[in-house]
């Protein structure tokens, strides 16, 4: 099972390290959520063929890609913008922020802000709120829609 697992990860390293490039924007940081992604992988999950393992080494390097970029709690392009560049994003954070805390309830203001920030899954926010999970998405999905509506009203219209 490992074998597969491992013949199908050195066939397609190079694939996968190109996704993890794509979400981290950083080559050193790809390579290590390739390895993160191998490591939690390697010897755990029973794989059959290359088809499921090249399905699931695709999805836990995507997964462990994005957890990583959440641990940044930074926009992964800012240190590359110009000055100026930086500061836009920096006011449009602020601007995002406090369309987070005066437009949305409370329940989503809580969701949203500990999916979007703290990255706590939407299960453990679901168990922690004593709500279900399905309802937990439908109002973190509310919530987005409310403040790209603010956003657009505020910004966009002239």
Not at 106 to 128: C, F, N, S, W
Request: net charge neutral; aromatic share 6%.
């Amino acid at each position: 099972m490992a074998d597969i697992l491992t013949e199908t990860y050195q066939r397609i390293r190079l694939r996968l390290k190109a996704r993890a490039g794509k979400v981290l924007a950083d080559a050193e940081a790809a390579e290590d959520a390739l390895q993160d992604a191998f490591l939690k992988l390697w010897g755990r999950y029973p794989v059959r063929n290359e088809k499921e393992a090249e399905a699931l080494l695709t999805r836990t390097v995507r997964n462990v890609s994005i957890d990583q970029l959440r641990k940044r709690k930074t926009v992964p392009l800012a240190g590359d913008l110009p000055e100026e560049d930086t500061e836009d994003l920096e006011t449009r954070f602020r601007q995002v922020e406090e369309m987070v805390t005066t437009a949305l309830t409370d329940i989503q203001r809580q969701i949203i802000r500990r999916h979007e920030y703290e990255g706590v899954t939407l299960e453990k926010i679901a168990e922690d709120l004593g709500m279900q999970p399905p309802a937990v998405r439908m109002q973190l999905s509310r919530a987005r829609k409310t403040i790209r509506e603010q956003y657009r009203k505020r910004y966009h219209e002239e």
